[in-house]
């Protein structure tokens, strides 16, 4: 069923636009089977299930951090993830930078706009999030490549679009001040629910559990 699901929805996905195969809770198993069926990239929300996975799975995909990542966590999360999602905050910035640094890489991130000024969800306010990428844009061991949002949950896939539409002007703002070392590419928004509402509003890495592995 993984195999067909993952299919259908490669098929269904305009050219362009990632698929990042959210797997949080799924088994290294459930996770094979995906890549089988040619999905190459894995999102994980926590670095000690991403650990296990990776240990079996290895570089047969790429991995991306998709949860809320901890200062304490980032040594770790650098061996694993080819990119960080959810960079929301200046400390876990500069922390990623230091790691980075000693470890002679640079990691590739994205920047957690909280999209619906949610007071319980992380990321950075749409209208900070310019003042926040000049502050970590000379950074050399993280590079800035887009911005990611969640987005408030709603039953119709509709009510999201506002939320979608306000991160993609903010991401093409950013995106027109060429910042150095600041390279606008990816724009990560859209879930099972909502990912056809994030392509229509310029999303081109979505984040899909459910639609693929079926019900958590
Ligand atoms: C779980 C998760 C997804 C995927 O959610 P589904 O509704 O299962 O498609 C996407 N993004 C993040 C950050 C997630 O934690």
């Not at 709603?154 to 002007?169: I, S």
């Amino acid at each position: 069923m993984i195999k067909e699901n993952a299919r259908k929805l490669l098929d269904e996905l305009p050219p362009g636009v990632k698929l990042v195969a959210a797997a949080k809770t799924r088994t290294p198993d459930e996770i094979q089977e995906a890549i089988d069926a040619g999905v190459n990239i894995i999102g994980q929300n926590y670095v000690q299930e991403a650990q296990n996975a990776f240990r079996i799975i290895g570089n047969r995909a790429r991995w991306h951090f998709i949860g809320h990542l901890q200062k304490n966590k980032a040594k770790k999360a650098i061996e694993i993830f080819d990119m960080i999602e959810t960079v929301d905050s200046l400390g876990l910035a500069a922390e990623l930078n230091k790691r980075c640094l000693t470890k002679g890489r640079f990691m590739p991130i994205l920047i957690e706009v909280n999209s619906g000024r949610e007071p319980q969800k992380f990321g950075v306010l749409p209208e900070e999030t310019e003042n926040f990428i000049r502050q970590i844009a000379s950074f050399e061991g993280i590079k800035v490549q887009g911005l990611m949002t969640m987005g408030p949950m709603f039953g119709d896939p509709e009510d999201a679009r506002p939320y979608f539409q306000e991160t993609g002007r903010t991401y093409e703002h950013i995106k027109s001040l060429d910042i150095p070392n600041v390279e606008m590419k990816y724009l990560s928004m859209g879930m099972t629910n909502s990912f056809r509402v994030a392509i229509e509003e310029g999303a081109n890495i979505v984040r899909i559990g459910t639609l693929i592995f079926g019900p958590r």
